[in-house]
C-alpha cells in the first residue's frame, strides 16, 4: 500500500501544473477565497459555534469516539465547540501568510478553561510554477477540510465522518496547490508531506503523505474529489505498522440545493490485535475499516431558512471472526474499538437573520451496534441541541 500511495503522490507530481485555492470555503467560486487585493493588506477575521444542549439517551459503555460519548443521560449544558481567531496578510503580490488561533472544548487547560492555540501558520509562495503554489508550515491537509467539509456546510453541526475518525485537519509540512487549468479553476490537486502530529511537535521519523485530485463538471455544479494518503506509525510486535486510506467525494450543488456522498476505506496494515480461543495466542491482523456519510442540504426560505440533514455508517474491523477470537484490539486512534460498529444521523433547521449569523435547533444521534465476541448491549447518544454559529470578518 505504501508503493501505492507513493506512486500517486509521483503521478500527481509530474502532471502537476495549476494552483488550488488555499480557502475551500468558497470551493465552487471562481474566485480565489485568499485573493490579494493590493501588496501589504491584511485582515482579521473569526467565527465561534456552541449549543444549548440536552442529552435524551447516553451509552454508557462510551462507545464511538464523538463528541458526545461518555457524556451522562439527562445532562444540559451551555457550551462552546470551537472559536477561531485568524489573520491572513499579503507580503506582496506573490507571498502571503496566515496564522489562526484555534480554542476547542475538547482540547483545554489542567483547569477546563479552554485556551487558544497555533492550527495554522504557514507562508505561501504563488505560483512557484504557472498555476502551482508551494505551502510552508502548519496547514489544512487535502483530507476534507477543502473538499467536504465545506460543501457539507455545516461543521458547526458535526465534524465530516473521517475527521471524527482521526484523519488530520491540519498538519506541519510542506505543500504544493494546483490547478491544471488557471484559467478556468475546473481541475485540481494537491500533495502534502508532512509530520502526522497536528499542532504537536514531531516525536518519530515517521511522515504522513497526503495526496488528492479533484475536479468540476456540468458547469461547475458537480464536484468530483479522489483522495489517498499514507501514514507509517510505531511498529506493532515488532511488525511494520502504517495506515493507508483511499476514499472517493462527490456532490451536485445549485444555489438553493446540495447532496452529497463520501466514502472510504483505511487500509490498517497489522493493526488490531486479536486473541485465539483455542490457545489464547495473539494474531496481529491487518484490517479494513470503511464508513460512507450521505448529507443534503437545502433553501426552505430564501437567505432566511435551510434544512440540513445527514446519515453515516462506519465499521472499524471487516475481520471479526468470534469464531476463533475472544477478544480485538485496535491500535490507531479512531479505529481502536474494532468490537462496534457506528451509524450517525443529524438533521435541523437553520435560521439565518443574518448571512453571518445561524440559529440551528437540530438532533444528534450515534447509534453503536457490538460486533465483537463479548455480548455488549446496543445503545445510542441522542442528544438535542439549539446551536449557533457567527462569523466576524468575513
Known amino acids: ?67 458526545y460519548s461518555g457524556v451522562p443521560k439527562n445532562r444540559t449544558a451551555f457550551q462552546i465547540r470551537r472559536a477561531y481567531l485568524g489573520y491572513d496578510f499579503n507580503i506582496n503580490q506573490k507571498i502571503s501568510t496566515e496564522v489562526l488561533l484555534e480554542a476547542t472544548n475538547s482540547e483545554t487547560l489542567s483547569d477546563s478553561k479552554m485556551a487558544f492555540y497555533v492550527k495554522l501558520a504557514n507562508l505561501r509562495v504563488k ?22 467539509e465545506p460543501l457539507w456546510g455545516y461543521r458547526s453541526i458535526e465534524k465530516t465522518q473521517i475527521d471524527v475518525r482521526g484523519t488530520p485537519s491540519y498538519d506541519l509540512g510542506a505543500a ?5 487549468d488557471p484559467k478556468t479553476g475546473n481541475f485540481g490537486y494537491d500533495l502534502m508531506v508532512a509530520n502526522g502530529n497536528g499542532a504537536k511537535q514531531e516525536s518519530d521519523n515517521y511522515k504522513w503523505l497526503y ?17 489517498a494518503d499514507y501514514n507509517q506509525m510505531s511498529p506493532i510486535n515488532g511488525l511494520k505498522h502504517s495506515r493507508n486510506m483511499f476514499k472517493g467525494f462527490v456532490a451536485y450543488t445549485i444555489p438553493t440545493f446540495t447532496v452529497g456522498v ?114 455488549k448491549y446496543n445503545a445510542s447518544d441522542v442528544v438535542y441541541r439549539l446551536t449557533f454559529y457567527y462569523i466576524f470578518g468575513k
Do not use: C
Not at 505560483?127 to 467536504?148: E, H, R, Y
Not at 504544493?176 to 491544471?180: E, I, N, Y
Not at 475499516?289 to 462506519?314: E, M, T
Open 262 to 375: 463520501e466514502g472510504y476505506i483505511n487500509n490498517l496494515k497489522n493493526d488490531d490485535q486479536a486473541t485465539e480461543i483455542s490457545t489464547g495466542n495473539v494474531d496481529v491482523l491487518s484490517v479494513k475499516a470503511k464508513g460512507i456519510s450521505v448529507f443534503a442540504r437545502g433553501a426552505l426560505i430564501k437567505n432566511k431558512l435551510n434544512f440540513f440533514a445527514r446519515y453515516d455508517a462506519s465499521n472499524p474491523n471487516d475481520k471479526i471472526d468470534n469464531s476463533k477470537y475472544s477478544k480485538y484490539v485496535g491500535n490507531t486512534s479512531g479505529y481502536n474499538d474494532p468490537n462496534t460498529k457506528d451509524q450517525f444521523i443529524t438533521a435541523g433547521l437553520d435560521f439565518t437573520p443574518d448571512s453571518k449569523v445561524h440559529f440551528m435547533p437540530n438532533v444528534w444521534i450515534d447509534s453503536h451496534k457490538n460486533q465483537g465476541p463479548v455480548s
Open 127 to 148: 505560483d512557484l510554477w504557472k498555476g502551482t503554489d508551494l505551502v510552508l508550515g502548519q496547514i489544512s491537509t487535502p483530507g476534507f477540510a477543502m473538499s467536504s
Open 176 to 180: 504544493l496547490q494546483g490547478k491544471f
Open 211 to 227: 495526496s488528492d485530485i479533484w475536479g468540476k463538471f456540468f458547469d461547475k455544479h458537480l464536484y468530483v474529489n479522489l483522495y
Open 1 to 67: 500500500m505504501k508503493k501505492t500511495a507513493f506512486s500517486l503522490l509521483i503521478i500527481f507530481w509530474v502532471i502537476a501544473g495549476t494552483r488550488q485555492t488555499a480557502n475551500a470555503q468558497y470551493l465552487l467560486n471562481n474566485d480565489s477565497a485568499f485573493k490579494a487585493k493590493t501588496p501589504m493588506t491584511g485582515h482579521l477575521w473569526g467565527y465561534v459555534f456552541g449549543d444549548a444542549y440536552y442529552k435524551g439517551s447516553a451509552d454508557t459503555l462510551g462507545r464511538g469516539g464523538a463528541q
